[in-house]
């Protein structure tokens, strides 16, 4: 059987009707009137505290050294507001209990793009390995005379994100605990902010 036979059933089957799913056979265009946008990015640069005006942070946390540590959400989170649309947003930490995890969330402009507006704007990167050293850990490390500097999982991650153009981008992390029956921290599960970069497009209006 041929593909194009094999591709025609695949369209045209019984659970396609039953479902009243739409399909159509394939057809080739090519042309049109449409203009590609032109865009001017500036990515503008936040480092922990993140005490800026266009900082809105809510956090248990607030006497740690080595970043902005966050609650899991909805208790903790990052919000920043920008006058020109966001539309990229990158995240540099570092986890408690690696692996950890990113998630962002924005709030489209007024006239954003349509190939976004039904759905929402969320995306999460997970698996981001790196630690800056849990307290039980070092501790039980420098007991034995070993740098903690030196364990394989002692690092930063980062994630990117390509957005719509949002106006107020929200953000959140935390760990991915393996919670073995020997972990002295197995509720260790936050993710700590140090660089977020934001990424605007002067040729747009929020």
Known sequence: MGDEKLYHEHLHGPWHEKWGIWHSDPEVRQGGDMERRTMRQTTYEYLWPFEYPNFTIRSTWWGERHGRELDLPPAGYIT???????????????????????????????????????IPVRMRAENLWGTHMRWDVKGAMREVGLDPADFWMSGMSSAHFHIP??????????????????????????????????TVDENGTA
């Open 80 to 118: 920043v507001v920008e006058e020109q649309p966001i539309v990229a947003v990158t995240v540099i930490g570092s986890a408690c209990s690696p692996p950890g995890w990113i998630m962002i969330e924005g709030e489209r402009i007024e006239n954003a793009e349509q190939a976004s507006s039904d």
């Open 165 to 198: 153009r949002c106006g107020k981008v929200t953000i959140t992390g935390g760990s991915q605990v393996p919670g073995t029956p020997h972990d002295q921290g197995a509720d260790d599960a936050h993710y700590t902010f140090r660089i977020i970069r934001i």
